[in-house]
């Protein structure tokens, strides 16, 4: 169970070690990624990290959508309840959709190893 960012990072963290991690805290660049990764086929990527506590809504602040209108390509965001870690996997271009429409939006991945093949394979 994650009960917050911080644990579902974590827990990706933990669970992805073909891919090289650096965790953005950012707070001058507003809207950025939570995660910079690097696979093994040398590409980087941007992941948002969301857990969801109740219902299907993922709370994001227009900062955070303008990042993945901008940069709808090698960016994703995943996302979880806190009630159980079972990730789901979306890709940036999803993000208005996301807005609108939430977790019923179909996903690109969703569990953990299908949500790591499709990192691992950017």
């Not at 093994?40 to 992941?47: I, L």
């Not at 429409?101 to 499709?118: F, N, Y």
Request: glycine share 4%; with cysteine.
């Amino acid at each position: 169970m994650a009960r917050n960012e911080s644990q579902f990072w974590q827990y990706v963290k933990r669970n992805t070690p073909k891919i090289k991690w650096t965790r953005i805290e950012n707070t001058s660049s507003l809207g950025t990624p939570d995660l910079l990764g690097y696979n093994t086929n040398n590409c980087f990527f941007t992941v948002e990290l969301k857990v969801v506590k109740s219902g299907n809504k993922i709370r994001f602040s227009p900062h955070q959508i303008a990042f993945h209108v901008k940069h709808p390509l090698n960016s994703f965001i995943m996302v979880t309840r806190t009630m159980r870690l079972d990730p789901i996997l979306y890709e940036g271009s999803q993000i208005r959709d996301l807005v609108t429409s939430g977790l019923r939006l179909e996903p690109i991945a969703k569990s953990l190893d299908p949500c790591v093949k499709r990192l691992e394979a950017v």
